[in-house]
T-cell receptor, first 113, second 111 residues
């Protein structure tokens, strides 16, 4: 399995609080992704990174920001969490873009009360 | 990126062959077709990729007709452990934009 860890694995927080999720990889892959998964919506891309300090928005980026200051870490921040952001969040990595295989982390279950 | 359409769900009995078809009418010349599998409480994992005709590996086969407007993922003799969501993705390697996963097909294997 690809070396990808996500922390925390579970988190419960209250509306309006800031939350940061961390994705850490040991594969030295250039590309990193954050997805959310909700019942009935499948897997939706939030943000992705194509290099250190290079990031771009996905289809559901509103309310989220990301940072990548080094190759191995990709942070997802909810500046002011809302109940609609209750979800399972997956991080993924790939060596190249497009058709290259994405390897997924174990996921983080976030509950916003 | 080419839009894909898959059935929302499918049921199958153990031991049967399962075929999941994905429609991608506006597939471009440089696009590849990629399938991922997601077990409950896990992230998706790559299972197979192809460009045309047939690709087979230890997990599945992928059939792509000449016009490439659809593709079929074939799982031989499924077991309960094949219960998962299967995603069809279509796209090429140009630029940095990742492929779109969509909602996938939920396969339930029944004993």
């Amino acid at each position: 399995d690809a070396g990808i860890t996500q922390s925390p694995r579970h988190k419960v927080t209250e509306t309006g609080t800031p939350v940061t999720l961390r994705c850490h990889q040991t594969e030295n892959h250039r590309y990193m992704y954050w997805y959310r998964q909700d019942p009935g919506h499948g897997l939706r891309l939030i943000h992705y990174s194509y290099g250190v300090k290079d990031t771009d928005k996905g289809e559901v980026s509103d309310g989220y920001s990301v940072s990548r200051s080094k190759t191995e870490d990709f942070l997802l921040t909810l500046e002011s969490a809302t109940s609609s952001q209750t979800s399972v969040y997956f991080c993924a990595i790939s060596a190249a873009s497009g058709t290259d295989t994405q390897y997924f982390g174990p996921g983080t279950r976030l509950t916003v009360l | 990126l080419a839009k894909t359409t898959q059935p929302i769900s499918m049921d199958s009995y153990e031991g049967q062959e399962v075929n999941i078809t994905c429609s991608h009418n506006n597939i471009a010349t440089n696009d590849y077709i990629t399938w991922y599998q997601q077990f409950p409480s896990q992230g998706p994992r790559f299972i197979i990729q192809g460009y045309k005709t047939k690709v087979t590996n230890e997990v599945a086969s992928l059939f792509i007709p000449a016009d490439r407007k659809s593709s079929t993922l074939s799982l031989p003799r499924v077991s309960l452990s094949d219960t998962a969501v299967y995603y069809c993705l279509v796209g090429d390697d140009s630029g940095n934009t990742p492929l779109v996963f969509g909602k996938g097909t939920r396969l339930s294997v029944i004993a």
